[in-house]
């Protein structure tokens, strides 16, 4: 190969590369909750014990005032276990389902 191959083919191998390498504008926050950010569901009696129950797939203790405040929550991973996090979306979601999109 000639020099001027090598080099453009180095170029467009540095361009496929930052390309597929960037970083998504997209992406699901990846920090955990503070506690200011949870203020909203703490304020709220049992609600934070309800949002850990859903976690587990018990969602009958939900209600619209816990989902109210859930879906003020910003995006973040909440905290509901020592070891297990989730992300503050799947919270909104099951919420919008119960209550099926109902003055939340």
């Known amino acids: 190969m000639k020099s001027k191959q090598i080099k453009m083919m180095f170029f467009l191998l540095i361009v ?12 699901i926050k990846t920090s955990i909750c503070s506690r200011t ?3 909203p569901i703490d304020n709220v009696d049992g609600c ?8 587990d797939v018990d ?3 939900l209600s619209r005032d816990c989902c109210k405040a ?3 929550l910003d995006d973040c991973l909440l ?7 989730y992300n503050t979306n799947l919270f909104k979601e ?7 999109n109902s003055i939340l």
């Open 59 to 61: 969602i009958r203790w």
């Open 94 to 100: 099951i919420c919008f389902e119960i209550f099926n």
């Open 79 to 85: 905290l509901v276990f020592p070891n297990r996090a």
């Open 70 to 72: 859930v879906k003020t």
């Open 16 to 27: 496929v590369s930052a390309l597929i390498l960037r970083p998504s504008k997209a992406q």
């Open 37 to 39: 950010q949870t203020r």
């Open 48 to 55: 934070f014990d309800a949002v850990r129950l859903a976690a």
